[in-house]
């Protein structure tokens, strides 16, 4: 794709995010009528401890990533099912976020509220949490197509594999 | 989001997510989820408001407790108490 044609679908991607934020009724429609996996079942794991017990980590897919990596992959329209991998110790100064598909410059301006790093560590730090876990992860949304087995045969359930390596015994999800 | 976390409550972890789409999170059917009722790109609320954000978190904390059933959905509304919205504006509720 050639750059006008591309910088034409970043601002179109980034205007129809802005509207879908401001008016939740044109979202609501949409989301009547878009093609998602359907589910009648869920999987279901006990929680088996105390929260003040608990080791906790976050997954967000607000297209978090440390300003060193790579941001998200904007040019494929069926999106990007690989994942970041996030210190829990980094300061939020250091996190970017890539991606076209929601108005993000409320969470430009604090990372927190679609990836809570630094309100977990306060959770510790009051006992409602046992620990929090050394690192998070970040995917994007908006992924489609293709992409979808990516995800679920691969990159998911590595990231699902990391957290159970790490004895972690609560997962915090956040859209964006 | 729901597919990932599916996943990982099936590797045997406890999960719960927060619903901005009540549509969405229907038809995925993840372990548990919380729709507050905040915004796309306000999962936690607005910028600079530790507390709301963490009233969200403690929420959701006591929600991963109290539900015992696979695919839960629960519905709150954190809207009429966010004080002083961000870029969002006074228009962005519905």
């Known amino acids: 794709m050639n750059k006008p044609l591309l910088g034409f679908r970043k601002t179109k991607d980034r205007w129809v995010a802005r509207l879908l934020t401001r008016f939740p009724f044109i979202f609501r429609r949409w989301a009547q009528r878009a093609d998602i996996l359907r589910f009648d079942q869920s999987p279901w794991t006990e929680l088996s401890k105390a929260l003040n017990q608990c080791r906790i980590a976050l997954i967000t897919t607000g297209g978090v990533h440390l300003k060193s990596q790579p941001p998200f992959d904007m040019l494929d329209p069926a999106g990007d099912p690989s994942f970041r991998e996030i210190p829990a110790h980094i300061p939020a100064g250091e996190l970017a976020i890539t991606h076209n598909y929601y108005d ?5 301006k604090d990372v927190n509220i679609v990836f809570p790093v630094e309100r977990v560590k306060d959770l510790k730090g009051s006992g409602d949490i046992g620990s929090v876990n050394d690192r998070h992860y970040s995917f994007m949304g908006h992924i489609t197509g293709p992409h979808l087995k990516t995800l679920t045969a691969e990159t998911a359930p590595r990231v699902a594999a990391e957290l159970k390596k790490d004895a972690v015994d609560i997962v915090i999800l956040t859209p964006a | 989001m729901g597919l990932i976390q599916r996943t990982v409550e099936s590797a045997g972890i406890a999960t719960i997510s927060i619903s901005l789409s009540r549509e969405i999170t229907q038809k995925v059917c993840p372990p548990r989820a919380v729709f507050t009722g905040l915004p796309l790109g306000h999962p936690l609320g607005f910028p600079g408001q530790a507390s709301l954000q963490l009233r969200v978190l403690r929420l959701l904390l006591k929600q991963l407790e109290e539900i015992k059933a696979a695919g839960t959905l629960i519905e709150l509304d954190l809207t ?11 228009g962005g509720f519905d």
């Open chain 1, 104 to 108: 993000h410059s409320d969470a430009d």
């Open chain 2, 80 to 90: 009429s108490d966010h004080g002083t919205p961000g870029s969002l504006g006074a």
